[in-house]
């Protein structure tokens, strides 16, 4: 069974940087899409980013677009969420998800098999 873990989130003030790491374990990552989404209180949970298997395609949600970038090492089983640019919207819990299934994998949070437990990100204005 995949387990995934999430660090690297904190309270970080606008316009600053945060890196989130999701690290996986149970099993290799480099046969899944891996994902971040994010949920704000009382608010839906939304897609931010994924990368495909290979690192060779990877898609963010606009909002993000510009200032995140998504990234990994599968020598590592890690995947990386760096952040720029903060903003107070992108305040939430961030949740690192792999999708094993190929040419299932998207946006939508349902094709995604496996979740972290998440990482709080605050910004502050």
């Known amino acids: 069974q995949v387990q995934l873990v999430e660090t690297g989130g904190g309270l970080v003030q606008a316009g600053g940087s945060l890196r989130l790491s999701c690290a996986v374990s149970g099993r290799t990552i480099n046969s899944y899409t891996m994902g971040w989404f994010r949920q704000a209180p009382g608010k839906e949970r939304e897609f931010v980013s994924f990368i495909s298997w290979s690192g060779g395609s990877a898609y963010s949600t606009d909002s993000v677009k510009a200032r995140f970038t998504i990234s990994r090492d599968n020598a590592k089983n890690t995947v990386y969420l760096q952040m720029n640019t903060l903003k107070p919207e992108d305040t939430g819990v961030y949740y690192c998800?792999?999708?094993?299934?190929?040419?299932?994998?998207?946006?939508?949070?349902?094709?995604?098999?496996?979740w972290g437990q998440g990482t709080q990100v605050t910004v502050s204005s």
């Open positions: 998800a792999a999708c094993g299934v190929r040419g299932r994998c998207s946006s939508d949070y349902r094709t995604y098999d496996s």
